[in-house]
């Protein structure tokens, strides 16, 4: 009784406390084909895949409804880097289909001409709020006949933003910029500090402090021998990192007092072969986390392999790219075809090379070569 009351409470609390319009909902599936076609239209590396953002925390002040339901906590970001364009899995903000659709294709638009090597290397040393001030107002200017569409989604973001009146004094001043940087793109420098971060703004792009023209290594590779079955993934790219396996003396050492409990956060090794066995999705934990901590542990060998699209940084230690690269022709063996401009030659150097001078002596002519930057071929389709 008292399960079947909660479930008819928590639907009933849900459903009050949602943003969304799930009847109004456009999903990326549905617009996928569209906004590949618009991201390389509009000047987009074609290189560049289309994939799901996974739900992050934002950390903004939720209403009180939204509290009580323990909704609005997460939400999906856009975002660009050298090799992924994500967008939200589903977008359901406004009430109107199309609405929703013109969304998505503003933000193919957008990633479009950020992914410009000019202007992300103009913009070098501007903080998130003023570059996208600046990438809108790029869009704008190149493409006018978008204008009309961005004002109507800027009156439809407006319309599910908390109003300044109703937000603490600092929240409030920084609310107000947010709507002005909308507005009128470029005309506010600095973003207001406030105790809570900003709710997100879907007419943006989460953008790293600069985007690294190397492709970003996927998960760590589990070995043939590993056993088990494979689970596939569910195509949301997820941010991650890598750290070295901790070293523990003692595995039990858990201090505990009868007033408080101490936790400890740190790696187990679960043997899941039963739980693999009644729960197909075993990934769906990793929903609940904002970034996923991976270490090599060679003793152990898992039950089961989950496939995790995986946004690991770049090394520190990585090449720097010296240009945009040069395109060429590839043999494509499945269509029997030479494909023109399909890869990208592409010349970097190490990143903490020192300059120095090679000594006086016949292998100078030979040894210099060494010195030459470092060739990648990258795929450019």
């Known amino acids: 009784m008292e399960e079947w009351v909660g479930g008819i409470w928590d639907r009933f609390i849900t459903r009050i406390a949602r943003r969304e319009h799930p009847e109004a909902a456009v999903t990326l599936p549905e617009m996928e084909r569209t906004i590949g076609m618009l991201f390389r239209a509009f000047g987009g590396d074609a290189g560049v895949r289309v ?6 925390r934002h950390g903004a002040r939720r209403r009180l409804i939204e509290r009580i339901a323990g909704s609005g906590e997460k939400t999906g970001r856009s975002s660009l880097d050298a090799e992924t364009l994500r967008l939200p899995e589903a977008v359901a903000l406004f009430p109107e289909r199309a609405t929703n659709r013109d969304l998505y294709i503003w933000l193919a638009v957008l990633a479009a001409t950020a992914g410009d090597g000019a202007f992300a290397e103009a913009q070098t040393g501007h903080d998130w709020f003023m570059r996208n001030q600046l990438l809108t107002a790029r869009v704008l200017s190149r493409y ?25 004094a600092d929240e409030a001043a920084r609310e107000r910029a947010i709507r002005a940087a909308l507005a009128n793109p470029g005309s506010v420098p600095v973003l207001p500090a406030a105790q809570r971060p ?20 996927d998960g760590p590779q589990v070995p043939a021998g590993g056993g088990g079955k494979q689970q596939k993934g569910d195509g949301k790219r997820r941010a991650a990192e890598r750290v070295d396996m ?62 995790f699209d995986l946004d690991l940084p770049a090394g520190a230690a990585d090449d720097v790219v010296l240009e945009d ?57």
């Open 51 to 56: 994939v799901a953002a996974a739900a992050t």
């Open 144 to 168: 006018p006949a978008l204008l009309p569409r961005y004002r109507r989604l800027i009156d439809a973001v407006l319309a599910t933003r908390p109003e300044p009146e109703k937000l603490p």
């Open 198 to 217: 900003p709710l997100p703004l879907p007419l943006w792009l989460h953008m790293p402090p600069a985007m690294d023209a190397r492709a970003r290594r």
């Open 246 to 307: 901790p070293e523990r003396e003692s595995p039990f050492l858990l201090p505990f007092r009868a007033e408080t409990l101490l936790s400890w956060a740190e790696f187990v090794k679960v043997n899941r072969e039963l739980d693999d066995e009644d729960d197909p999705d075993a990934g769906r934990a990793a929903d609940d986390l904002d970034k996923l901590t991976l270490t090599d542990d060679a003793a152990a060998s898992p039950a089961s392999r989950i496939r």
């Open 325 to 381: 690269g040069i395109l060429l022709p590839e043999w494509d063996w499945k269509r029997a075809a030479l494909r023109p401009d399909f890869c990208r030659l592409m010349t970097m150097t190490a990143r903490d090379a020192e300059a120095g001078t090679l000594p006086a002596c016949a292998a100078r002519r030979h040894a210099s070569v060494a010195s030459w930057p470092a060739w990648h071929l990258h795929a450019a389709g």
